[in-house]
């Protein structure tokens, strides 16, 4: 069994009153995202529309972790709701405010309200890696194929 990592967060004024990001099952991989939109202000997400939506949350991941913002699948089926970017990326030593770029891919305004489960934060282990500039590189039976080299289906 590893460690928990510790991770330090403040959540932002415009959050205050929200829960936490939490694991809703004892084996859950994410934490789902809150959205931190005005109780008064829901947003409405045309399709074709994306938008950055407050997590009111700023958090300091330890090193040697990152955290990944990625749809909730649910979403996703039900009314093509979406992260742009996704896996969504918060390098440790990034200390502003979480968004969610949110995208709608389906044909239904989509509308949010505050405290809404947006996405899902993964905490995930990363290597930073060192570039070694050689000439040529080793064979492999592979070699330079790819995009369906091996076959369709
Ligand atoms: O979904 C996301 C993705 C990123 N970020 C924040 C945290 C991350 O550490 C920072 C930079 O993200 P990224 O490296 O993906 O964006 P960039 O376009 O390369 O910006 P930068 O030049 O600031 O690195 O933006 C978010 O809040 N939500
Ligand atoms: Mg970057």
Redesign the pocket.
């Known amino acids: 069994m590893t460690t928990t990592p510790h991770i330090p967060v403040v959540q932002l004024a415009h959050a205050h009153g929200l829960p936490l990001p939490a694991y809703e099952t004892v084996g859950a991989a994410g934490m789902d995202l809150r959205a931190a939109v005005e109780e008064d202000a829901p947003l409405t997400l045309k399709p074709g529309a994306r938008f950055m939506v407050p997590t009111g949350l700023a958090f300091a991941v330890p090193q040697g972790f990152e955290a990944q913002?990625r749809p909730r699948s649910g979403l996703a089926a039900k009314a093509g709701i979406t992260?742009l970017?996704s896996p969504?990326?918060?390098?440790s030593d990034?200390r502003?405010?979480?968004?969610?770029?949110l995208a709608n891919l389906g044909a239904e305004d989509f509308v949010i309200r505050r405290g809404d489960r947006i996405a899902q934060l993964v905490i995930a282990p990363v290597v930073q890696a060192a570039w070694s500039l050689v000439a040529a590189l080793d064979d492999t039976d592979r070699g330079a194929g790819g995009f369906g080299s091996t076959g369709g289906r």
């Open positions: 913002v992260c970017n969504g990326t918060i390098d990034y502003g405010e979480v968004k969610v770029i």
